[in-house]
């Protein structure tokens, strides 16, 4: 059963740092586009960062450059995305996708605030 769960999300102040979490199963990280997605109220999902198959490129969409970073550890089948710098308006609910099998994480919730 393909399954991907979020975790790492939480309350940081402008200038923090917090590292979110996608464990998967059924289905290996490493052979698969691997996605980070965000939607904050009132808006559409955005993509953040993405990490290819293999070698692991990767991209990002445009607000998050030069802060956020997208990695994998394929012993534990597990992508990650590390935000530094954040700021208000990273507030959002981050999810994790898998597009080739068409799954999504549930989601966890990022807010930066004083």
């Known amino acids: 059963q393909v399954q991907l769960v979020d975790s790492g999300g939480g309350l940081v102040q402008p200038g923090g740092s917090l590292r979110l979490s996608c464990a998967a199963s059924?289905?290996?990280?490493?052979?698969?586009?691997m996605s980070w997605y965000r939607q904050a109220p009132g808006k559409g999902r955005e993509l953040v960062a993405r990490?290819?198959?293999?070698?692991?490129?990767?991209n990002y969409g445009d607000s998050v450059k030069g802060r956020f970073a997208i990695s994998r550890d394929n012993a534990k089948n597990t992508v990650y995305l590390q935000m530094n710098s954040l700021r208000p308006e990273d507030t959002a609910v981050y999810y994790c996708?898998?597009?080739?099998?068409?799954?999504w994480g549930q989601g966890t919730q990022v807010t930066v605030s004083s």
């Open positions: 996708h898998a597009p080739s099998v068409g799954s």
């Open positions: 059924g289905f290996t990280v490493s052979m698969n586009v």
């Open positions: 990490i290819g198959p293999a070698g692991g490129s990767t």
